[in-house]
């Protein structure tokens, strides 16, 4: 923002049409810096209403592979849920979050990986349910390329080379509370977790909004 220097009126006082304006220009000014303001909150060691949580030495069923290490960046447990044979999808784990969102980040990896394995549903403060389908997840035992199909944002690599990659997910209804956010496999031959981590990005709200 450029330097602005105030101009102090007595009552009465005429004020000159430029520096009206350039008072204006300023609060205009102000004002769009205010509106790109966000917040950036990272939640860790998430527990979860669903799912089992297998620590990142453990072999979950059907992955024979571990991440050789108990952390991994903030990782510390891995959310999964074996396929359920009675429906057509798995919920894996489901956090709570009670803030309001623009963005979600997450981190995931799958065996069996590089397929549209993953769901995702937002809870919003009302009651809300919106529903992202068909997010690739990639295969966790190498480093994949990024590809055009969800494209991760960075990746973690353990001490024996396996990878968590890092996504996000753009919120619809930003402008209402998230309560939760659900993960779901909907892949049998795949086994996607999740990472006890989510990061999110809000846009500061003005005062109305509380």
């Given amino acids: 923002m ?61 992955d024979d592979l571990d991440y050789g290490s108990r952390v991994v960046g903030h990782i510390t447990k891995q959310w999964y849920k074996p396929w ?28 069996n990986g590089d397929k549209k394995t993953l769901k995702i549903s937002l809870e919003d403060e009302e009651g809300n349910i919106t529903s992202i389908e068909d997010l690739f997840i990639h295969e966790r035992s190498r480093l994949r390329p990024k590809g055009e199909d969800n494209p991760y944002i960075e990746f973690l690599s353990s001490p024996n080379d396996y990878k968590w990659y890092k996504y996000k997910v753009a919120n619809p209804n930003p402008d209402n509370m998230l309560r939760y956010i659900t993960f779901y496999n909907t892949d049998r ?17 003005s005062i109305g909004k509380f």
């Fill in 2 to 62: 450029s330097d602005y220097e105030p101009i102090i009126k007595k009552p009465g006082d005429l004020i000159k049409s430029e520096d009206w304006n350039t008072t204006q220009e300023e609060i205009k000014k102000l004002y769009e810096y205010i509106n790109r303001m966000a917040s950036a909150i990272t939640l860790v060691n998430l527990e979860s209403s669903g799912g089992i949580p297998y620590d990142l030495t453990e072999k979950i069923p059907g």
């Fill in 84 to 111: 359920d044979e009675t429906r057509q999808e798995t919920k894996i784990c489901k956090f709570g979050i009670v803030d309001y969102a623009d963005i979600i980040y997450y981190w995931a990896g799958a065996g």
């Fill in 189 to 205: 031959e795949c086994t996607p977790r999740i990472g006890n981590v989510i990061q999110y990005v809000t846009k500061i709200k």
